[in-house]
């Protein structure tokens, strides 16, 4: 299935605001990212840093991604 993740702070600087992937059912975040790493190299440094959001929910790893689902991911920020 197609998924299409909205990116935000450095992640949108790089490479934009949204980007899409293909992944296989049934998905979870983590292979939602490790689909993403792939296709998107520059993802790579972030490793497992940005938190990642599903339906405006907090997602850990092990969730669920499903069709139509709003994926978005969100880098660590610094500042002060």
Excluded at 23 to 38: C, H, I
């Amino acid at each position: 299935m197609k998924v299409d993740v909205l990116l935000f702070a450095a992640l949108k600087d790089e490479l934009g605001p949204q980007v899409s992937v293909e992944v296989d059912e049934p998905a979870t975040v983590a292979s939602l990212r490790r689909a993403l790493e792939a296709a998107y190299p520059p993802l790579a440094r972030f490793g497992g840093r940005a938190k990642a959001a599903v339906n405006e929910t907090w997602a850990r790893e092990t969730d669920a991604v499903k069709r139509g689902d709003t994926v978005a991911l969100l880098p660590p920020v610094a500042g002060g």
